[in-house]
């Protein structure tokens, strides 16, 4: 007979709140911090859904999208803690999308307020050329920098790349906070005060963003190093998305000059 005990396989189920290894459990409270866990919604994260977002089929896809952003702003630690160890990049693709419409729909206003003037149209053609290419540049470059893990993951690099593709959040956040600063300009004629302000949002915005994809990367793969390599990296991938974003900047202008 054969008493050693039976090993069970670890299916990485991990605790929403503290983290505490699931496997095994068949209870829905936790014995670490004592919070209550929906085991199926847990199973289904292993799948590759995202937390909130992953079950939009479920919950209609507002309010989905709505409280997966709420909890990327709110809670980045917790969002990263709850994230599927292998998540789908389709699903990240769609709520990255999504966030990029809402943000350049935002603008759409102002762009149809400077479309009488064509020299100001085709500037804003080109920084919007640049911004998009910096924005990729950055994104690819913290997939393959910062959420970097020390394990031999088959396509950690796509994985990584999803998961970074879901602070997009924080663009709406930036597009919101020019939208309402441009609108205050137009309604109350303050422009002299306009540019300080607006910059010194974006700049909190931005800090914060960082801080986010910190606790996001070091939650995500459970590694304090991934938080000091947040905290080293994202200025450096934010340096290599200006460069590439200027660049495309310069070859968007060089072409636009043929026309």
């Avoid at 699903?91 to 100001?120: E, G, K, M, R, W």
């Avoid at 998009?132 to 920098?145: D, H, K, Q, R």
């Avoid at 709406?172 to 300080?196: C, D, G, H, K, Q």
Wanted: hydrophobic share 50%.
């Amino acid at each position: 007979m054969n008493d050693s005990p039976q090993t069970i396989e670890d299916v990485g189920l991990r605790c929403p709140e503290c983290g505490y290894n699931l496997t095994g459990l068949t209870i829905v409270i936790c014995p670490e911090c004592g919070k209550a866990y929906n085991r199926a919604a847990l199973l289904a994260g292993e799948n590759g859904r995202f937390p909130i977002w992953g079950r939009r089929t479920e919950i209609g896809f507002t309010r989905a999208f709505i409280r997966t952003t709420l909890e990327i702003w709110l809670h980045p630690e917790r969002f990263g803690r709850q994230l599927p160890s292998r998540p789908k990049p389709s699903d990240a693709i769609v709520y990255s999308t999504v966030c990029l419409i809402i943000a350049v729909l935002t603008q759409i206003p102002f762009a149809i307020h400077a479309a009488i003037n064509i020299p100001t149209r085709t500037d804003q053609a080109i920084v919007l050329i640049g911004i998009v290419i910096g924005v990729l540049a950055c994104e690819n470059s913290m997939a393959a920098i910062v959420f970097a893990s020390r394990r031999n993951v088959p396509n950690e690099y796509t994985q990584n790349l999803a998961v970074v593709r879901m602070t997009r959040a924080f663009l709406i956040l930036s597009a919101v906070w020019i939208f309402v600063m441009r609108i205050a300009a137009l309604m109350f004629n303050f422009r002299w005060l306009l540019e300080p302000v607006l910059l010194g949002g974006l700049v909190t915005i931005v800090i914060y963003w960082w801080i986010s994809i910190a606790y996001i990367a070091k939650s995500f793969h459970g590694d304090i190093r991934n938080l000091y390599l947040a905290i080293c990296m994202v200025p450096i991938s934010m340096a290599m998305g200006v460069m590439f974003g200027t660049v495309g900047c310069f070859v968007a202008a060089s072409i636009l000059r043929l026309f």
